[in-house]
């Protein structure tokens, strides 16, 4: 039996490559990435690895704004069919027709977006620094695409802005009932409820914690509590209770999991880094007029 973990060690030094991760990989990919995060991490990791090739497992958008980001780099996405559903939900002429409609308003789209949607936009932000990419933009009326619960979300935070917002959302974190929580809350009634900010926002006043995924680990990792309601997608899980043995963490009554996050085994890492597929592209024009998007997004780390 090919042992993978070991083929990808001498691969990634041969070539020159660097391993990233994102939180919701699966534990086999999660336990031999040389970094792993959320997506804004991610983001500056790959120009802090300085390696010639950044073999990405997540989605594409993430391995699409590390090619955005660092052109001179070979990113490679193992799968191909790893995409994001809410990256895909706005189209190019319904963001145009919001701005269309809102003349003075300025766009601010999650990273969680085509490369299209992107280069249309002024900035760009992640779960992590939505509140303060919006309240920092030079603009009281604000575009915010295409997650409507983060939108609602930072319209919560940020009473002094108008946002108008759109219907995209994740089918995973959206799932998420008030009555599943309810139901964990009566189960362990002193574990503080931590949750991802795409989550509806029924779910947002029932939590004790908003964060983004790697923003979740570190409360955890902190706080004195011994347990966690933790409303996001499994994987995330998964790596709080390895990395804190002493504590104990439940997801909304079932795991909730993301399967365009979960395609990529080892199996497929190895096989990217060692025929160099598939290579990501992104159209200089297009590419362009997003990274000034993308580079808003980086002042707020
Ligand atoms: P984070 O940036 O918080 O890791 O979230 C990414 C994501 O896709 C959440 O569903
Ligand atoms: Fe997209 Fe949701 Fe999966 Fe994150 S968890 S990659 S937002 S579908």
């Not at 940020?158 to 009932?177: A, D, Q, S, T």
Request: net charge negative; with cysteine.
């Amino acid at each position: 039996m090919i042992d993978y973990a070991a083929e990808i060690k001498e691969l990634k030094q041969k070539k020159n490559a660097v391993f990233l991760a994102h939180n919701y990989q699966m534990e086999e990919v999660q336990l031999i990435a040389d970094y792993l995060g959320d997506s804004l991490e991610l983001s500056r990791m790959a120009q802090k690895a300085d390696k010639d090739i950044i073999v990405f497992a997540g989605v594409k958008f993430m391995a699409e704004t590390a090619k955005i980001l660092y052109p001179g780099k070979k990113v490679l996405l193992p799968r191909l069919d790893a995409g994001c559903p809410m990256a895909d939900m706005i189209s190019v002429d319904e963001l145009q027709a919001l701005k269309d409609a809102h003349k003075n308003a300025k766009v601010v789209t999650y990273i969680n977006s085509s490369v299209e949607i992107k280069a249309m936009s002024d900035a760009c932000c992640t779960s992590s620094n939505a509140v303060r990419v919006v309240k920092n933009i030079e603009a009281e009326e604000v575009i915010f695409v295409p997650d409507r619960n983060l939108g609602s979300y930072v319209q919560r935070m940020v009473p002094e802005k108008k946002l108008i917002l759109f219907e995209g959302y994740c089918f995973v974190h959206n799932r998420i009932k008030r009555e599943e929580i309810e139901e964990m809350k009566k189960m362990f009634p002193d574990a503080p409820v931590i949750v991802h900010p795409e989550v509806r926002s029924e779910i947002i006043d029932m939590a004790d914690e908003v964060l983004s995924t790697s923003g979740m680990l570190q409360y955890a990792t902190q706080s004195d509590a011994k347990r966690f309601i933790v409303a996001t997608e499994q994987g995330l899980i998964d790596r709080m209770k390895r990395e804190n043995p002493g504590k104990e963490f439940y997801p909304a009554l079932r795991p909730k999991i993301c399967v365009n996050m979960k395609r990529t085994s080892l199996r497929d890492v190895y096989d990217s880094l060692n025929e160099e597929k598939y290579e990501i592209h992104v159209e200089p024009e297009i590419a362009q007029r997003a990274v000034k998007a993308l580079n808003e997004m980086l002042k707020y780390i």
